[in-house]
């Protein structure tokens, strides 16, 4: 069982990470209101989302369909909520998440996207989509490689009941400072590359979501900034 969470931290912690928000944007020449915030509230306890919506925020990320479908059965009476999946999705899941998310930020095959375009249509629904990008090439993570993009662009400008809006990318954990900033940019770039080009750039979490900012981030996915850390890491992860 998941510790009761201490909220009353949150206020201030949401506080601090909106205006940090404003400021990056600022310093960037970027109007704030372009910049939307995901709470990720994985492995945190449905009781947290709610303290968070109730100061106003209403994109919420999860990592696991599970997680996402039981917070979500739990949070039923927040009908404007909005559901991000920011975790890997297996093509066998779409069933499950098409009725139920806002947007998928992981897409990353030509089998996952028509399964999930053919889900939403079942279900009447149009889901935004994020192409996860691999930008390093690493062999334990998941996304199409750049090489792979542009294919994968065109599957999905292709899928009737999804809409591509961009791009989605975790830098390398090791990298920081001016590498971590060349990663960012080169999401950006491939962004731009694309046919057509894609406006919208999911990057930047609690550690580096400022520079994300700085960089062109559209969506940043914070958890701990907001909720604390995650300490009970195997209680809700399935
Ligand atoms: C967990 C997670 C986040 C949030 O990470 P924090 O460091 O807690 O802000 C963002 N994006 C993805 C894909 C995640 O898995």
């Known amino acids: 069982m998941a510790p009761e969470l201490d909220m009353t931290e949150l206020p201030d912690r949401l506080r601090d990470v909106r205006s940090r928000i404003v400021a990056a944007a600022q310093r960037a020449g970027r109007a704030p209101e372009t910049v939307r915030l995901i709470a990720v509230s994985k492995r945190k306890p449905a009781s947290a989302i709610r303290a968070a919506y109730e100061l106003g925020v ?61 889900r939403a249509h079942a279900v009447g629904r149009q889901i935004e989509a994020f192409v996860e990008v691999n930008l390093a090439e690493e062999p334990q993570k998941a996304g199409a490689t750049p090489g792979q993009l542009p294919a994968l662009v065109e599957v999905l400008t292709e899928a009737p009941s999804l809409r591509l809006v961009g791009l989605m990318a975790i830098p390398p954990a090791a990298e920081t400072g001016d590498a971590l900033r060349s990663r960012f940019r080169q999401l950006r770039d ?49």
């Open 58 to 118: 209403r994109d919420f990320g999860e990592n696991y369909v599970q997680e996402l479908s039981s917070k979500r059965e739990q949070l039923e009476d927040l009908h404007d909520i909005r559901w991000h999946l920011i975790g890997h999705l297996q093509s066998k899941k779409a069933r499950q998440v098409a009725p139920i998310v806002h947007a998928v930020h992981t897409m990353d095959s030509a089998k996952l996207v028509h399964e999930l375009s053919r």
């Open 190 to 238: 491939l962004a731009a590359e694309q046919s057509p080009p894609l406006s919208r750039l999911s990057m930047g979490m609690s550690a580096d979501f400022e520079v994300a900012i700085e960089e062109g981030a559209t969506e940043v996915r914070v958890g701990t900034g907001i909720f604390g850390a995650r300490t009970n890491p195997e209680a809700a992860a399935g």
